[in-house]
Structure formats: structure tokens, C-alpha cells
């Protein structure tokens, strides 16, 4: 199976679902947002995608692991005595949505896509590719750990780079300090008071910041 087969297998699974917003440009590249918050990048004036699969509002862009595609597919039509039947497709679907993962950078955020350039965009291009060559489902999970947990794509690359060991501490480090953060601050709301709902919290103040605040609304003149 190509990469551009399952390439377009991936687009597929969104296509349907998106209407076209606004349409803003970036040199030779047409940048193609929707109301959804969905997003692709195609080359200016033509239809072929250059990137699909972005996510504006989370900054990522999907992503897999050509070669563990490449081999789940081919069992798959195996399966289906090597015939590209709806089932066969529907199945490799199926497969490709269970082992795609994103990437995440904020350049693809909203309010940072929109000033893309040429160059901005083969960067992406490039990180892309070389997290798809070293992140498969099995360490999918690492990886999206540590950048969930405030990590930086680029940084875990490197780190993986010199050794994938030291990507799964780098992992765990990255969630050390996001726990080490909720544990030393608190979530504050839209409203400027203090949350226990950590989903509606809209931004985080040191303990320090929260006690002096307190101290200067409690404090009689």
C-alpha cells in the first residue's frame, strides 16, 4: 500500500465533515480553514494537500507511522484475498484511525496558522515526518505525555534522537512538572475566582499570588 493511498484514507475520515470558513495564503500554499476548527494546507490554487488532518484549536496535525500502515494494510487486504473490497476499505480505515496520533505545534493554532509562511510550512512538513519515523502506537502514548504534559515536540525528537530511552524520562519528567504545577498553584476561572473544575479553569495563579490577594481583600485600613 503507498503512503499517498493511505494519506488519502486519513484526509477521507474528515473531508465530509468540514465547511469551508476562509481561505488565507502563504506564498505558494492556499490555507484552507473551517468552522469546525478543522484546517489543510494546499499547494496555491490546486487541490493537492500538502497538509490535511489539522486540528486549529489544538494545534496538531495527525500523524502515523508509515511502515506500521504499510504492514497492518497489507495484512489486512491479505485478509481480503488482496482485493480492495468496501470491506477491506473500511477495515484499513478503521485500522489507520486506531493508530494515528497528533502532533502537536503551535504554529497550527488558530490565531498562528493564519501567518504561516513557505518556510513555516516545510518546517512542519519536516517535524511531521520525523515523528511519524520514531513514533508508533505502541510509544504513541509516551510521546503525547509528555507534550500534554508541557513538553515540546522539537525537544522530544532530539531527546529520542540521542537515545529513545531517555524519551520515556523525558516523558516522565514533563509529567512531574505538570503535576508539580497544579500541586503549587491554584485554577482560577473566567470569573477571577478560584475552581476545583480544572476543564472551566481558564488560567492558574501561584499559591503566593492567592494568599496575597486574600490578605489584601481581609486587611482593614
Known amino acids: 500500500m503507498s503512503k499517498k493511498f493511505t494519506k488519502t484514507i486519513l484526509s477521507s475520515a474528515v473531508a465530509g465533515l468540514m465547511l469551508i470558513s476562509t481561505t488565507a495564503?502563504?506564498?505558494?500554499?492556499d490555507i484552507i480553514l473551517y468552522s469546525n476548527g478543522s484546517?489543510?494546507?494546499?499547494?496555491?490554487?490546486?487541490?493537492?494537500?500538502?497538509?490535511?488532518?489539522?486540528?486549529?484549536?489544538?494545534?496538531?496535525?495527525?500523524?502515523?507511522?508509515?511502515?506500521?500502515?504499510?504492514?497492518?494494510?497489507?495484512?489486512?487486504?491479505?485478509?481480503h484475498g488482496n482485493q480492495m473490497t468496501p470491506d477491506a476499505r473500511n477495515e484499513i480505515q478503521r485500522y489507520l484511525e486506531s493508530v494515528a496520533y497528533p502532533v502537536y505545534m503551535p504554529e497550527l493554532k488558530l490565531e498562528n496558522i493564519k501567518s504561516l509562511n513557505g518556510n513555516d510550512i516545510k518546517k512542519i512538513q519536516k517535524i511531521k515526518e520525523d515523528v511519524s519515523k520514531v513514533v508508533t502506537s505502541a510509544n504513541s502514548a509516551e510521546y503525547l505525555s509528555a507534550i500534554r504534559s508541557g513538553g515540546n515536540t522539537e525537544a522530544y525528537l532530539a531527546i529520542n534522537k540521542t537515545s529513545p530511552a531517555l524519551s520515556k524520562e523525558y516523558s516522565r519528567i514533563s509529567g512531574n512538572i505538570e503535576q508539580l504545577n497544579k500541586d503549587t498553584t491554584f485554577a482560577i476561572d473566567a470569573n477571577g475566582n478560584i475552581t476545583l473544575d480544572e476543564t472551566g479553569s481558564v488560567e492558574r495563579e501561584s499559591v503566593k499570588n492567592v494568599v496575597a490577594a486574600i490578605q489584601a481583600d481581609t486587611t482593614i485600613y
Open 39 to 79: 484546517a489543510k494546507i494546499t499547494e496555491k490554487g490546486s487541490a493537492k494537500e500538502v497538509l490535511g488532518a489539522i486540528n486549529t484549536t489544538t494545534g496538531s496535525i495527525m500523524a502515523f507511522n508509515n511502515e506500521e500502515v504499510t504492514k497492518g494494510a497489507a495484512d489486512i487486504l491479505k485478509k
Open 25 to 29: 495564503m502563504a506564498n505558494e500554499y
